[in-house]
């Protein structure tokens, strides 16, 4: 897996020379609050969406770098993020550390009473997403949880789109997360992202559980 991210990486060079694929590091955050707004609206820009512009970055981004900057990488083009990977291995231990941890400043910054203020229906259901209490899935209602453990998020930005990018941050994060021995990961893809949907299962994702908002699809890792 190894030898296939380094070809891929090597063609995306040719095709880009400005691009660069590396780990994250924590003066990167900023940039991932503004990709995760401007990918925000099921991979659209979601500025008009959110009157706390950061809002959705300190629920779907910022909390990975925290929790384990190991399985964060970016995507940088002329020396600027334009897109990143974000990942944890183990998915119920994130959700505890995520509810004991980063959920109740979050919950103080943004009471539930101020979903009932926002005219926007995505900023509201956020705002009452936060103030829900996340568990560990539980494996008799979510089986798969246990064979694939790890979740991950991944946005780019339309100009750094369709070169390559997406391919060789999966790439990045699959070879890491084999290091770790870890058997599979999963995401979670909103029903009206297409595009989306289609990319992961070009990467081998299958559809592991429907939702109502979406569907959760998964891979397996190396050779589990």
Not at 32 to 49: E, N, R
Not at 62 to 90: M, V, W
């Amino acid at each position: 897996m190894a030898h296939s991210f380094e070809r891929r990486l090597k063609l995306l060079y040719i095709q880009n020379m400005s691009i660069l694929i590396r780990p994250a590091v924590q003066s990167d955050i900023p940039y991932l609050y503004a990709i995760c707004l401007q990918t925000g609206d099921s991979g659209k820009d979601a500025t008009h969406v959110y009157s706390d512009p950061l809002l959705i970055g300190q629920y779907y981004a910022a909390p990975y770098l925290f929790h384990d900057i190991s399985l964060c990488f970016i995507a940088q083009e002329d020396r600027i993020p334009k897109g990143y990977i974000i990942a944890t291995a183990n998915t119920n231990t994130f959700n505890t550390w995520f509810e004991e941890n980063w959920l109740p400043e979050l919950r103080l910054r943004y009471p539930r009473e101020e979903a009932d203020t926002k005219t926007r229906l995505q900023e509201k259901q956020l705002i009452i997403r936060l103030h829900e209490k996340v568990e560990p899935y539980d494996p008799d209602e979510h089986p798969w949880i246990c064979e694939y453990p790890a979740h991950l998020h991944i946005d780019l930005l339309p100009e750094i789109q369709g070169k390559g990018c997406g391919r060789a941050l999966m790439d990045t994060l699959l070879s890491a997360l084999e290091h770790r021995h870890c058997a599979g990961l999963h995401l979670g893809v909103s029903a009206t992202n297409t595009n989306a949907i289609a990319f992961y299962q070009k990467l081998g994702f299958c559809t592991l559980e429907e939702e109502n908002w979406g569907r959760i699809m998964g891979r397996k890792i190396g050779g589990s």
